[in-house]
């Protein structure tokens, strides 16, 4: 059983930045790609970013290219979302989640194919 817990998020003014941290237990971190996905209020979870095992693949959602960054340290069992530029339409819960594949390579963006899933955390964009 792998337990992610999510943090970092909170109240924020439009162009303002944010970075949401989730962290893992266990000592198999590096098996997993992670994902980050969001819910807004009234909206179903989208996929927001997600990297593979190794880090060095990653793959963003359109809508946060260039604002939104991805990255992980397995030294630290630990992803990471960079938020800049930050919209009022960003506004959501922000999950993370990891999938148990074999490829180090793989980015993961169906949520289906991810196994475990964090409790959550709340980013608000104020204008």
């Known amino acids: 059983q792998v337990q992610l817990v999510e943090s970092g998020g909170g109240l924020v003014q439009a162009g303002g930045s944010l970075r949401l941290s989730c962290t893992t237990s266990?000592?198999?971190?590096?098996?997993?790609?992670m994902g980050w996905f969001r819910q807004a209020p009234g909206k179903e979870r989208e996929f927001v970013a997600a990297i593979s095992r190794s880090g060095g693949d990653t793959y963003h959602v359109d809508s946060v290219k260039g604002r939104f960054f991805i990255s992980r340290d397995n030294a630290k069992n630990t992803v990471y979302l960079q938020m800049s530029s930050l919209q009022l339409e960003d506004t959501a819960v922000y999950y993370c989640a990891a999938a148990l594949v074999l490829g180090r390579n793989a980015v993961v963006v169906r949520s289906n194919a991810y196994n475990y899933w964090g409790q959550g955390t709340q980013v608000t964009v104020s204008s």
């Open positions: 266990g000592r198999t971190f590096s098996s997993y790609a």
